[in-house]
């Protein structure tokens, strides 16, 4: 079997192990079992919200989900019981003696899809949102390099790379062998300099007749669309950092001045100064103790990660890290939206 094609089945083995631990989470929860694994409430991350579509080659599919999915989401959660509220209000709410469970909606990076299709869905149930911006792709200087790599490497059948140990061919002539080459480069940007490695990725994209910062402008709002969406009564605008770096990896002052400047950024456009930030990437090997407090002492009151689980009172000394549920374009179903709102698959993970 060839490793192309053992990663495709490892990829689709473990969705299928995701569904399964939905599914029994579901059951439970369904059942009344493991009610305390819900907290409070949860924090729900977006990325795409666009109408579905069958692209040959998916590496980031599960960043995208329907308008119609995200509509159901919200009530699903709203006939549960669940009420909505801004992200900024979650400090107070966890002091508060108020025990109706809520959830709170975010979407990373700015893509223009979240004003086009999220947006009238937010509007239809008046439920509030928080777009996390990053400056760099507002401005068109920085590139989304797993966008990216995303539609060249669907494009190509074969291509040369030196991922350090000199270039070699990447055999790209099946999905299997293209998500293969997916992951090697994003373990590249992970382990190497990334601003080097973005721009070799950047590089390689334009050998081939994709500009990266033209795919950028094509997918995500600019500083006069984010202003406009940050008028709405439902929507405010978060910190996303200036070049969507993982904080964890930079030095301490250079970490802070990707939070305090990207805030400044902000609120040159809005007049309001951002209460919130989110982490690039924000998974453990991203984001450090070190940025939470970073974040604190620059005056964040909540940031959040994409670690993933409920909150509950015990979140209060740790506002500056609190965990989110992503939901996820593989996983579209009402009944998997119940699942990880009540907190049991993340129970089972500890």
């Known amino acids: 079997m060839g490793g192309g094609l053992k990663a495709l089945l490892k990829r689709r083995g473990k969705r299928l192990a995701i569904a399964g631990a939905l599914e029994v989470a579901g059951l439970l929860s369904r059942t009344g079992l493991m009610r305390g694994a819900r907290g409070r409430g949860a924090i729900f991350t ?71 299709h999220a947006l009238p869905v937010f509007e239809r149930h008046g439920v509030p949102f928080t777009i996390f911006a990053t400056r760099g792709f507002a401005e068109r200087t920085r590139s989304l390099w797993w966008e990216t790599l995303g539609s060249l490497l669907g494009r190509l059948n074969a291509a040369r790379f030196d991922f350090g140990g000199g270039e070699e061919e990447l055999d790209l002539s099946s999905e299997a062998l293209k998500l293969r080459a997916f992951e090697r480069f994003a373990g590249f940007v992970a382990t190497e300099d990334e601003d080097a490695a973005v721009a070799r990725i950047d590089a390689f994209s334009r050998e081939h007749g994709l500009d990266p910062l033209k795919l950028t402008a094509d997918l995500i709002m ?10 709405h009564p439902l929507a405010s605008l978060g910190a996303h950092t200036l070049s969507h770096r993982a904080t964890a990896r930079l030095p301490a002052d250079e970490a ?10 902000l609120q040159s456009l809005t007049g309001n100064r951002p209460p919130a930030l989110a982490y690039p990437y924000g998974f453990p090997a991203a984001v450090s103790p070190r940025d939470t407090r970073i974040a604190q002492e620059l005056g964040f009151t909540v940031a959040v990660t994409t670690q993933p689980g409920t909150i509950d009172e015990t979140w209060t000394d740790q506002l500056t890290g609190l965990p989110r549920i992503s939901l996820n374009g593989h996983f579209q179903h009402a009944r998997y939206v119940s699942a990880l709102a009540s907190g049991i698959p993340f129970a089972f993970s500890r």
Do not use: C
């Not at 979650?90 to 109706?100: C, K």
């Open 46 to 116: 977006l990325h795409h919200v666009r109408p579905a579509d069958t692209p040959s080659f998916a590496a980031n599919k599960h960043l995208e989900v329907t308008p119609e999915f995200l509509d159901v989401s919200i009530r699903t959660l709203r006939a549960e019981g669940y009420e909505f509220i801004p992200l900024e209000k979650v400090p107070a709410r966890l002091l508060s003696p108020e025990l109706r469970p809520f959830a709170v909606f975010t979407l990373d990076d700015g893509y223009r899809n979240n004003a086009e």
């Open 222 to 231: 600019d500083a006069d669309e984010l202003r406009r969406i940050a008028s």
């Open 256 to 265: 802070g001045r990707e939070m305090q400047q990207s805030a400044d950024w």
